[in-house]
């Protein structure tokens, strides 16, 4: 079985998503890869937090933080600035630790237990486990130019400005 049979057999068709790619099709790069729509991608966080798409027990591994460097393990080149920005990387997510500035992921934001990926094309899907939600920026619904990074950086942008705001409101209902 290829890469790509495995996505779609145990990505696509079982989650029923409609306009689901990766590229380069015969190898996607699985980390950065994936041209998705909002609703696609809405189903695959709502099964996510809920673990009805992966068991619980599979979801804790995939959370872990697998670019500690106090464990030894250090961002690839590629992505060390962007570790010092948003966080450390889980397996295909980041673990969120915005502006920390350096590679550190502290206590405060380990217990945060936010998960996202934003993504290039103005995606920001985010699961927030200690709050118990998750949410999404799309700012592009069908991608055309992978090198315009606008979409990337205005997403991240009103990810860090609106989630507050949405974390009072969840809190808010959840005590009402």
Request: include cysteine; charged fraction near 20%.
């Amino acid at each position: 079985m290829t890469i790509a049979q495995l996505i779609d057999e145990n990505l696509v068709k079982r989650l029923s998503l409609n306009l689901v790619r990766y590229f380069p099709k015969n190898n996607p790069m699985l980390a950065a890869s994936l041209i998705i729509n909002g609703d696609d991608y809405e189903r695959i966080l709502r099964k996510y937090l809920a673990y009805e798409f992966l068991s619980k027990e599979l979801i804790d591994q995939i959370e872990i933080d697998y670019t500690d460097p106090l464990k030894g393990v250090n961002a690839s080149n590629s992505t060390m600035d962007l570790a010092k920005t948003i966080g450390h990387y889980g397996f295909g997510h980041w673990i969120e630790c915005w502006n920390n500035g350096n590679d550190t992921l502290t206590p405060a934001c380990k217990a945060q237990r936010i998960h996202s990926d934003p993504g290039l094309f103005g995606y920001y899907p985010l699961v927030d486990r200690r709050n118990g939600y998750y949410m999404q920026i799309v700012m592009m619904h069908v991608v055309a130019n992978t090198s315009n990074f606008g979409p990337t950086e205005a997403s991240s942008s009103l990810r860090l400005k609106i989630k507050p705001t949405i974390d009072s409101i969840m809190n808010a209902s959840q005590h009402s």
